[in-house]
């Protein structure tokens, strides 16, 4: 089984600082997957970061890093240069790489506020 | 464009009746899921399908079925049976697991309230 613990309920930052929403996951799989995801308050959910468990390099996609510590079993969002547009909820989520297993399992997330 | 459309976007049902959402997809992706969200929580895996006419439960199924007749058509029916079926659903589609991340694309939301 899989699971994903995100700790902070809520963040706040200013515009244009950095911050870092927390993931911590567990999972007896070798080899997976780490995502992070942006839900506006639309609703929508759109895909920002992708980090396998074999990859060397911490993934970056512009703003978005993620600080993969494997060893620590965490998958920290690392957003730079915090935009207002940045204020969503943030879900981190993972699942098995191979096999017939498509299930992604999702963390309850961080509310991000970015304060003008 | 390509996309997921799930429509509509907001549904008002009676206790009791069932309902069907609609969720459509045009990026040729084989893999389609339904998820259910409730409010401050992550989602939750109804559903999923890897190729038409084949799907499988996922955590939360009771109360709810799925088709697949089409590989660009994934409806859902909340049915009666479904105790607590207010909540936001997400529809999601993906390539085949394989090399790379294969992220899931998720549709807009309905937003479902059964009074």
């Known amino acids: 089984a899989q699971k994903i613990t995100q700790t902070q309920p809520g963040m706040f930052v200013q515009e244009k600082e950095a911050v870092t929403l927390d993931c911590t996951y567990d999972?007896?799989?070798?080899?997976?997957?780490l995502f992070w995801y942006k839900q506006p308050s639309s609703g929508e959910m759109i895909f920002l970061i992708y980090?396998?468990?074999?990859?060397?390099q911490n993934a970056t996609e512009g703003r978005y890093s993620l600080n993969f510590q494997k060893a620590r079993k965490s998958a920290n969002l690392v957003i730079s240069a915090s935009q207002l547009g940045d204020s969503a909820m943030y879900f981190c989520?993972?699942?098995?790489?191979?096999?017939?297993?498509?299930?992604?399992?999702f963390g309850k997330g961080t509310l991000l506020t970015v304060n003008p | 464009d390509g996309g997921i459309t799930q429509s509509p976007k907001y549904l008002f049902r009676k206790e009791g009746q069932n309902v069907t959402l609609s969720c459509e997809q045009n990026?040729?992706?084989?893999?389609m899921y339904w998820y259910r969200q409730d409010p401050g929580q992550g989602l939750r895996l109804i559903y999923y399908?890897?190729?038409?006419?084949?799907?499988q439960k996922g955590d939360i199924a009771e109360g709810y079925s799925v088709s697949r007749e089409k590989k660009e058509s994934f409806p859902l029916t909340v049915t009666s049976a479904q105790k607590n079926p207010t909540a936001f659903y997400l529809c999601?589609?993906?390539?085949?697991?394989?090399?790379?991340?294969?992220?899931?694309?998720f549709g807009p939301g309905t937003r479902l309230t059964v009074t």
């Open positions: 999601a589609s993906s390539m085949l697991l394989g090399r790379g991340s294969y992220e899931q694309y």
């Open positions: 999972t007896s799989d070798q080899s997976y997957g």
């Open positions: 980090q396998g468990s074999y990859d060397e």
């Open positions: 989520a993972m699942r098995p790489r191979g096999g017939s297993n498509y299930k992604l399992t």
């Open positions: 990026l040729n992706h084989d893999a």
């Open positions: 399908s890897q190729i038409v006419n084949d799907f």
